[in-house]
């Protein structure tokens, strides 16, 4: 019985049953949160550390939204090219609207990167991979979702870690110097003259 399931499988799976599926491992990889920012390697732990790697992104990310712009121009002068060419009555009167619209998302991927928008460069490619893979050119709209989501995950992720920082008030990093909190239950002591206690007057029998 256990020979027959297995000759029924893959034979990736049947080789390896408990191996991972490529869906898992790009789920892994790519949607779960990996520990690259982790305290060991020196990633972001404290909160303003937080907001700063939120705030900006860095070299990586920029260069990969920097040489996905270009290309996404290029892209879109083909596709709307090889549209036009193979079928010019249905897409001769939209081609320019077409082309405008994917040279606006390209734009939009080259400022974001530019200025190192994270959240808005994932937006602008996920949006450009998802029209150019409607109009069936998935080799060239595939890429630009994966990449697209990449970025808009790590915002996200970012964000959460954020705010459980705040949560847990982590303003500085392990092991160093905290400042002295001052004591709420400490009550300072009272300057001037100190009033000597009343004596109880003496009681008079009638």
Do not use: C
């Not at 990889?29 to 020196?42: C, F, H, L, S």
């Not at 990969?64 to 709307?80: E, K, Q, R, S, W």
Request: glycine share 8%; net charge positive; aromatic share 10%.
């Amino acid at each position: 019985m256990v020979a027959s399931r297995r000759g029924a499988l893959p034979w990736r799976m049947a080789a390896d049953p408990d191996k991972p599926t490529l869906s898992e491992r790009f789920t892994r990889a790519v949607i779960k949160a990996d520990n690259r920012e982790t305290k060991e390697d020196g990633g972001p732990v404290t909160v303003e550390e937080f907001e700063a790697v939120i705030a900006r992104m860095d070299d990586k990310e920029r260069l990969i939204g920097l040489i996905a712009a270009p290309l996404a121009a290029a892209i879109g002068l083909l596709v709307v090219q090889s549209l036009v060419a193979t079928n010019t009555k249905t897409y001769s009167s939209v081609s320019g609207t077409l082309a405008l619209s994917l040279f606006v998302l390209a734009a939009a991927m080259l400022a974001s990167a530019w200025f190192r928008k994270r959240l808005y460069l994932g937006i602008a490619m996920a949006l450009y991979g998802l029209s150019i893979f409607n109009l069936h050119f998935w080799g060239f709209g595939v890429p630009y979702l994966l990449f697209g989501s990449w970025y808009l995950v790590r915002a996200y992720r970012f964000g959460q870690k954020l705010k459980f920082a705040k949560e847990d008030g982590t303003t500085s990093r392990p092991g160093a110097p905290r400042r002295a909190q001052p004591n709420k239950r400490f009550t300072p002591p009272v300057t001037g003259p100190v009033k000597a206690p009343k004596t109880p007057k003496p009681r008079t029998e009638t």
